[in-house]
């Protein structure tokens, strides 16, 4: 396989990850909340979430992350001067926050499975955004590489982290007082 088609699914499988991974801790959220129903309700809510979870999870996430790690490494094999630029060894360390991110994950389901809850749903709503900074930067290095000023790129990184934090903050505001 050539550089382009091999890259083209790498960024097909990056998608797909992320996508996993932005609706696990979303359903982690209403997994959470769904503790706080009437014993009935919350028993078919929280069967149904492990079910969900465990699925998204087995079939579509982890799949996909093993996917976008083997092309992802398979470009480097293709392309090894990539590991030459300064912007890979970064996007790298990213990727490295997000393999800790989806093993979190993972434990966080398998303890729910058990019954143990020990994340509120504010807290998961920030755990969310982590994995949002990473796409920003992975994305960012990916394609702007060593064109990317550093100095604004990192002040941009964090304009986006503080306005995602911002944002929560009107939102669960707002949902408290609705």
């Given at each position: ?38 014993e009935v309700e919350k028993?078919v809510l929280s069967d ?99 064109q990317l000023d550093w ?28």
């Open positions: 396989m050539d550089l382009n088609t091999v890259k083209a699914l790498h960024i097909i499988f990056v998608v797909s990850w992320f996508a996993g991974l932005f609706y696990i801790v979303r359903l982690f959220i209403y997994h959470v909340e769904a503790q706080a129903k009437g028993s149904q979430f492990q079910i969900m979870e465990s699925r998204l999870w087995w079939i579509i996430t982890t799949p996909a992350m093993i996917l976008t790690l083997l092309f992802g490494t398979w470009m480097l094999i293709i392309a090894p001067a990539y590991l030459n630029a300064g912007w890979m060894h970064i996007k790298l360390a990213f990727v490295g926050v997000l393999l800790i991110y989806h093993f979190v994950c993972q434990k966080i389901m398998l303890d729910m499975k058990k019954g143990v809850f020990s994340w509120k749903s504010g807290s998961l709503r920030l755990w969310n955004e982590l994995a949002t900074l990473c796409l920003v930067a992975i994305v960012f290095l990916a394609v702007v590489k060593n100095i604004k790129g990192t002040i941009g990184f964090f304009a986006v982290a503080i306005g995602l934090m911002v944002l929560i903050k009107i939102y669960k505001r707002t949902r408290k007082n609705k």
